[in-house]
């Protein structure tokens, strides 16, 4: 603090000493260099003063003075003061609906809670000190016995010969995509997406300025010849796309799977153009049958493919854990971006410890689990819905992505349903194409239970039939001719 004279003034202690003090000199001397003070007469007013502060801190005025009365009553602005084109404010959450289709969560009776504890117990007893240091002393890709553990997963289920090196642990894989879109994306750039995808995708890739060019999707997904046409037409536009995105196993929301013989063409595709592929791998474990095609990233002969993981949706969302593989030219540059000194490392530790004994007994009762909540919604909307309701029936996943009769808006239906409690992904918030997407909506069924899908797509369907007269008829009830 300065004084007006421009001299420093430090605060005093009583029994301290005066830093450049004379002979002689006190700390109350100190604060008023031109006044001299008796020892006693000084020691009677700093005993005064102790009584008058006392005195004051017991015993507050009543009220504060008109002025500070009204600068409190104005709450800080601070609209003044944010950045410049925010997305619009978030709505406080007040829970779950009571029939809650969306976001993907999973089922909670199927999380391996006495195993996570248990290796929980384990791996803080014998590993716990090394809480105390950032990235658990294997550097900042991550927990190295994680990443070991991944390395066997992938070569055994997708195919991948990768090393640790080329993997990093991600706070989920949200953030993957964040930072993989750091190291490629900058506004005004193009790159290529299936038509009806992923909507934290679409809207990061809205965020930041970035056109994306959406491609349709059939039962052996991303099509091929859709992505022929775009690059060619983007090349003799003098385009060059940043990468080709795709959700090639259990894609999201359709759930389809490409096939083998497709993957190969895309590959084909994006070597000929020289557009690498940013491979979305997320809902790979929820195979019904656990047979699925290799991954891109294992067929690609060029390292020309970018991938992300998680365990979001194989063990449990809430763990937030995903993970980035790339080859490290890439790699070092997301290393370079990734701030955060670290991702939750007793999640990592956690899983590191369960999933080499329990993974593979874990992802197949969780499948059947899953399945039956799929028969149980499928089987409600062919019994409420009728023709009406279009899907196909999926492979794996968590979700159904269902057309609707062309009349039915399902952004307007999804907010009638919200206020007869239920909730509904709107199929416009899911594609690029809002036409194509308007009649569409994604229900995912792996959170609530088979009584609550039951009971829930009952009530969708009737807010559906009193808002567009779909389906004609109620359940149970003989159509109309």
């Known amino acids: 603090?300065?004084?007006?004279?421009?001299?420093?003034?430090?605060?005093?202690?009583?029994?301290?000493?005066?830093?450049n003090a004379r002979p002689g000199m006190t700390g109350l001397d100190h604060l008023t260099p031109h006044r001299s003070v008796a020892p006693t007469t000084q020691r009677s007013m700093l005993i005064s003063n102790k009584s008058k502060n006392r005195e004051a801190f017991m015993n507050p005025p009543s009220s504060p003075p008109a002025a500070a009365q009204s600068a409190s009553a104005a709450p800080f602005d601070y609209s003044a003061v944010f950045a410049r084109d925010l997305p619009a404010p978030a709505a406080?959450?007040?829970?779950?609906?009571?029939?809650?289709?969306?976001?993907?969560?999973n089922d909670p009776e199927l999380v391996p809670v006495?195993?996570?504890?248990?290796?929980?117990?384990?791996?803080?007893?014998?590993?716990?000190?090394?809480?105390?240091?950032?990235?658990?002393?294997?550097?900042?890709?991550g927990y190295k016995p994680l990443r070991e553990f991944l390395v066997g997963k992938l070569k055994r289920d997708a195919g991948m010969v990768c090393s640790a090196d080329d993997i990093m642990i991600t706070s989920g894989s949200l953030q993957g995509l964040d930072l993989v879109n750091n190291v490629?994306?900058?506004?005004?750039?193009?790159v290529l997406i299936e038509q009806d995808c992923y909507e934290g995708s679409i809207k990061r890739l809205t965020k930041r300025g970035v056109t994306a060019i959406g491609l349709p999707v059939d039962d052996d997904g991303l099509r091929t010849?859709?992505?022929?046409n775009a690059l060619k037409d983007l090349k003799a536009r003098g385009v060059r796309p940043k990468y080709i995105y795709t959700i090639p196993t259990v894609q999201n929301p359709t759930?389809?799977?490409?096939?083998e013989a497709r993957r190969r063409e895309l590959l084909a595709l994006s070597e000929e153009y020289g557009v690498p592929v940013f491979e979305d791998d997320c809902y790979a474990d929820l195979?019904?049958?656990?047979?699925?095609?290799?991954?891109?990233?294992?067929?690609?002969?060029?390292?020309?493919?970018v991938y992300i993981g998680s365990f979001s949706k194989s063990v449990a969302p809430a763990l937030r854990v995903g993970y980035i593989v790339a080859p490290w030219e890439v790699m070092s540059r997301i290393l370079s971006m990734k701030t955060d000194a670290g991702s939750g490392a007793l999640e990592q530790m956690v899983l590191a410890e369960f999933c080499p004994d329990h993974f593979y007994d874990h992802v197949p009762r969780l499948n059947r689990g899953l399945r039956k909540k799929c028969e149980a919604l499928m089987e409600a909307l062919a019994e409420q819905f009728g023709t009406a309701a279009e899907f196909d029936d999926p492979k794996g996943g968590i979700f159904l992505w269902v057309k609707l009769p062309d009349n039915v808006d399902t952004l307007k239906l999804?907010?009638?349903?919200?206020?007869a409690g239920v909730a509904i992904n709107p199929g416009v918030e899911w594609s690029v194409n809002a036409p194509h997407a308007k009649s569409r909506l994604r229900i995912c069924f792996a959170s609530p239970s088979v009584e609550q899908i039951r009971d829930g797509i009952a009530v969708l369907a009737d807010v559906c039939r009193k808002e567009f007269g779909v389906p004609e008829r109620s359940a149970n009830m003989e159509k109309r001719v």
């Open 92 to 105: 406080k959450w007040n829970g779950f609906s009571k029939y809650h289709f969306v976001g993907g969560n």
């Open 287 to 305: 195979i019904w049958d656990g047979k699925r095609p290799p991954a891109l990233y294992a067929m690609s002969k060029t390292n020309g493919v």
């Open 414 to 419: 999804y907010q009638a349903a919200l206020k």
């Open 114 to 141: 006495d195993r996570l504890l248990a290796a929980s117990n384990a791996v803080i007893a014998r590993e716990g000190k090394n809480l105390a240091t950032y990235n658990l002393l294997t550097g900042p890709q």
């Open 184 to 190: 490629f994306l900058q506004p005004g750039d193009t």
């Open 225 to 228: 010849d859709a992505l022929a």
């Open 255 to 259: 759930a389809t799977i490409m096939s």
């Open 1 to 19: 603090m300065v004084n007006a004279n421009s001299e420093r003034v430090e605060r005093w202690i009583p029994g301290s000493r005066v830093k």
